[in-house]
């Protein structure tokens, strides 16, 4: 097992001919390979990113929930921590805890700032012992790295640190491949010998002279993997894991259905659903946030909003229950009871038509006592305002028996 | 991409077919918008000027605004797009028409079939 290949590998091949939508959106290495296969180019985080290939969200979408989908993810960003003292200082700065993993597994948390709000959602992989691998979201790649690097401990008298941090999002490219089929892809890709990693593990292997560190995580609500390399074989890869996909009706997925289908999911979007002004806690994401386990940056703000009996907002998921045109971020959502003329409870941070539930669907801070499931709301969509209720998070939940990996014919 | 030439077209995309003051929007503009989810029509009896927001399509990601392409008042709009937004999509010149004008005006504007490829190529 050796990772280090991935952490000393060249640096990607320079930009390609395509002009980007805009000079400056940045690309990934498979720019020319969306390009080439018809991806239509928007700018997301600062990237230019495919929204959807000529297949269409829709049809992307379904092939994730039904068979297999893979998304180029390498504008995430990757930092590397490791030394004598990374776990320790890591879990000083992250909500989760990280002394409940060990080599081989990952966790999702959150950072926060001193106010308790989230800087960025993250998972972290220890892929071998007391090495950690850091994904974090595109757009917060400079804001994630210049915050832990300002909380590194100082060197001791030596010059000497017991922790090495180091931002590697440009040397590696990213791999979703998602789906109950994904399973599938990865062995018709790397051979049928292929050991999975279970869910949230990680493994490393060395595939064709390349090292390719595979996570079984994502972003869909699905089972599927997350593999990240190096960057300068991406276009290699990119094309023969697509034909070694294609018998299993794997199909290339833009950001368009991985939206849709992490909404779905209820996964939060930073930017979106997630903000420096508000708390984990809020988010519902109370489970990634390990108050018991000592100090971490905002903890004692959690601590006190916990004490004074909780966020008094809170994500809540909602589905349409009338027919109506897609709610998006930024509508304003009113209380059902509310008269005409009130102010509204909140507004949408997300939103949109779920293919599944073939219904309009979204999140929205509401008050904590309109954010229970079953409470009728009214989004308003271009002035017109439409029936919603609030449910249950996720909106989607996959059933797991038809993915477990003995179900999964390979 | 099919730009029939009996229909006349807006730089915005929609067509006019002048014998019954049908609109719609074009093969191009249902391509580029894919997926569509949603038509916001407006209401019979509407009177519309040329360039005036007249309905809504709404695709997966985006809403889009319609104009209409022509001045003249609604007399009828396809209600079948409200349970299969998706004709839009299908078959844009034909079952996915959006609504019908009478007295229709302003139609001198309009592009022919030859002018709106040379527009969609460029």
């Not at chain 1, 995580?217 to 960057?231: K, S, V």
Request: aromatic residues 8%; glycine residues 10%; charged residues 20%.
């Amino acid at each position: 097992m050796s990772s280090e290949a991935v952490l000393s590998s060249p640096a990607p091949a320079p930009a390609t001919a395509e002009q980007p939508p805009s000079p400056s959106l940045k690309q990934t290495p498979l720019h020319a390979a969306h390009v080439r296969l018809g991806g239509k180019m928007v700018g997301f985080g600062g990237w230019s990113m495919p929204v959807q290939y000529p297949s269409g969200i829709l049809t992307e979408h379904r092939a994730v929930r039904g068979a297999a989908g893979v998304f180029d993810i390498s504008h995430m960003g990757q930092f590397i921590v490791g030394g004598p003292g990374g776990k320790a200082w890591l879990n000083s700065l992250f909500t989760n805890d990280l002394n409940r993993i060990h080599a081989g597994q990952s966790q999702y948390g959150l950072l926060l700032n001193e106010r308790g709000g989230v800087i960025d959602d993250l998972i972290i992989y220890e892929y071998a012992e007391g090495e950690f691998l850091l994904v974090v979201n595109a757009s917060k790649i400079d804001e994630d790295f210049a915050w832990l690097s300002a909380h590194l401990p100082p060197p001791d008298a030596e010059g000497d640190t017991a922790i090495e941090l180091s931002n590697r999002s440009d040397r590696f490219a990213a791999l979703a491949i998602q789906g109950p089929r994904a399973p599938g892809v990865l062995a018709a890709f790397f051979g049928p010998t292929i050991t999975f990693p279970e869910r949230f593990g990680v493994t490393v292997i060395d595939h064709d002279g390349l090292t390719f560190v595979i996570a079984r995580t994502g972003y869909t609500g699905e089972d599927g993997f997350e593999l990240f390399f190096p960057a300068r074989a991406s276009a290699v890869i990119w094309d023969d894991l697509l034909a070694a996909g294609v018998s299993l009706g794997l199909i290339p997925c833009g950001l368009g259905s991985r939206d849709s289908l992490r909404l779905e999911a209820c996964y939060p979007l930073n930017g979106s659903d997630l903000s420096p002004d508000r708390t984990p806690l809020a988010a519902g994401l109370g489970i990634f946030v390990a108050l018991e386990k000592g100090e971490f940056i905002g903890r004692d703000v959690l601590l006190k909003q916990k004490a004074d009996g909780g966020p008094t907002e809170r994500l809540a998921a909602f589905r349409m229950t009338e027919k109506c045109p897609p709610p998006r971020p930024h509508y304003p959502v009113h209380a059902a009871t509310g008269d005409a003329g009130a102010d509204p409870v909140g507004e949408t941070t997300s939103g949109g038509l779920s293919p599944t539930l073939d219904a309009g669907i979204g999140m929205t801070y509401l008050p904590a006592a309109l954010a229970k499931a079953g409470t009728p709301i009214q989004i308003d969509i271009r002035g017109k305002r439409f029936a919603a209720v609030v449910e249950k998070k996720p909106l989607y939940k996959r059933r797991d028996e038809r993915f477990t990996p003995a179900g999964d014919k390979v | 991409m099919n730009v029939p030439d009996d229909l006349k077209f807006a730089p915005t995309h929609e067509w006019l077919r002048g014998a019954d003051g049908t609109v719609g929007i074009s093969d191009h503009a249902q391509a580029e918008l894919t997926d569509i989810v949603y038509v916001d029509l407006p209401k019979v009896g509407t009177r519309l000027t040329a360039g005036q927001t007249a309905a809504v399509v709404e695709s997966v990601k985006a809403a889009s605004d319609i104009y209409s392409p022509v001045g003249g008042e609604v007399s009828e709009v396809n209600e079948a797009l409200a349970g299969n937004p998706a004709l839009v999509n299908t078959d844009p010149y034909g079952d996915g028409w959006l609504f019908r004008l009478k007295e229709v005006a302003e139609a001198e504007a309009l592009m022919d079939a030859e002018a709106y490829r040379k527009q969609i190529s460029a």
